[in-house]
């Protein structure tokens, strides 16, 4: 069975950056089948797709957001890495982390997400 | 960019069927995914490629499509399918799109 576990800080500062990490366990984030991304939900809102990556390091990004994301692979430790820089109070947000399928864009795995807040 | 529009909320009362509509150009060419989400749980698919229900997923939820709109349909609504409800698709490029999200009311 397939699990993923987001990772990184509760709290960043407004102007920084944030960083989270999603670590994936009982399979291989080198399967060519399958795109890892993120998507995001801001308090009261809906969710949004920040962007993915495949294993060969290609990433595709929301066009909205892609100024100040960067998403990267490591297969060596089978984790995928999210960062946004210059947040502000609007990038609160819990953070998913999601597996979909390259053929189709079907998301069938989830993280349990993680709650980012930007604060001073 | 592509978007996905859908009503913000449906109301239905139990036993009722709620019917939750998805509109975006992207439709024809690309198929829809429907995920219902609790609050805090990840979503879950509840119908891919358009109509197929993924095994473990109630009968009472369906999938059709129609030109630039998608439906999903829960005949017979019972009171755990409160939820909001998004659709899904993506363009050939890779870029995934969520619609605006459907809160349904259990009455």
Sequence with gaps: QLHLQESGPGLVKPSETLSLTCTVSGGSISDSSYHWGWVRQPPGKGLEWIGSVYYTGSTYYNPSLKSRVTISVDTSRNQFSLKVTSVTAADTAVYYCARGYRSSYLIDYWGQGTLVTVSS | ?107
């Excluded at chain 2, 909320?9 to 024809?28: E, M």
């Excluded at chain 2, 198929?31 to 609790?38: D, E, G, V």
């Excluded at chain 2, 891919?48 to 997923?57: A, C, F, L, Q, Y």
């Design chain 2, 1 to 107: 960019s592509h978007e996905l529009t859908q009503p913000p909320s449906v109301s239905v009362s139990p036993g009722q069927t709620a019917r939750i509509l998805c509109s975006g150009d992207i439709l024809p060419q690309q198929y829809a995914y429907w995920y219902q989400h609790k609050p805090g749980q990840a979503p879950v698919l509840v119908i891919h490629k358009d109509t197929e229900r993924p095994s473990g997923i109630p009968e009472r939820f369906s999938g059709s499509s129609s030109g630039t709109t998608v439906t999903l349909t829960i005949s017979g609504v019972q009171a755990e399918d409160e939820a909001d409800y998004y659709c899904q698709s993506a363009d050939s490029s890779g870029t995934y799109v969520f619609g605006t999200g459907t809160k349904v009311i259990v009455l």
